[in-house]
């Protein structure tokens, strides 16, 4: 089986835990994880409590080859929506992955960054999702009683709290059950 892909899209403001359990997790599951910054350069990005992270590439320099080559698309959450929402590009890129032509795509949300979704259009017609709490006014049909919520090729949950479980579903919908499985254990999830 080829290794699975995917494009963590993030800019400064993102939000750590939301980040990196997922993206540890994946990789202990042999997924590719690239870290890709809006910004133009690839300079340090500072989350919210002032980590720094590294991209690995930058979006602006990705063609529309590479972008096909992902499986799923990752949007961690964080002050740094709001960054993502005035930029556009991350709520276009949703839309062509979810609704890719010869083979939808995955895409992930966590806490904020369902907002994201929200404005590609990809929470309506009765989708069922979960965000934070903080952005019920904005997404008032989120499922409140949920942690991690899969429709179809969207995956959502609610925040920080919930990383850890989103990764692991990030993980399943990637590598399946059995692979999940053992990197639960291997943790000691």
């Not at 750590?16 to 599951?29: F, G």
């Not at 556009?88 to 979810?98: N, Y």
């Not at 939808?104 to 907002?115: N, S």
């Not at 709490?133 to 179809?152: C, F």
Request: charged share 25%.
């Amino acid at each position: 089986m080829m290794s699975k892909t995917v494009l963590c899209l993030f800019t400064d403001g993102f939000e750590e835990i939301e980040t990196i359990v997922p993206i540890d997790l994946m990789r202990r599951a042999g997924v590719k994880v690239f870290l890709s910054s809006l910004k133009d350069d690839a300079s340090p990005l500072t989350g919210r409590c002032e980590m720094r992270l590294l991209p690995d590439i930058v979006l602006k320099t990705c063609s529309e080859a590479d972008l096909k080559g992902f499986d799923m698309l990752f949007l961690p959450g964080g002050p740094g929506v709001a960054t993502m929402r005035a930029d556009g590009r991350p709520a276009d890129l949703a839309v062509r992955f979810a609704k890719d032509a010869s083979k939808p795509r995955l895409v992930a949300a966590i806490c904020a960054a369902p907002l994201v979704l929200k404005d590609a259009g990809l929470l309506e017609g009765g989708r069922r999702f979960t965000a934070h709490y903080s952005t019920w006014a904005e997404l008032p049909t989120a499922i409140k009683t949920e942690r991690v919520v899969e429709d179809g090729p969207v995956i959502t949950s609610r925040g920080a709290g919930t990383a850890f479980e989103f990764g692991l579903a990030l993980v399943r919908r990637l590598c399946g059950e059995t692979l999940a499985a053992e990197v639960a254990k291997s943790v000691m999830a």
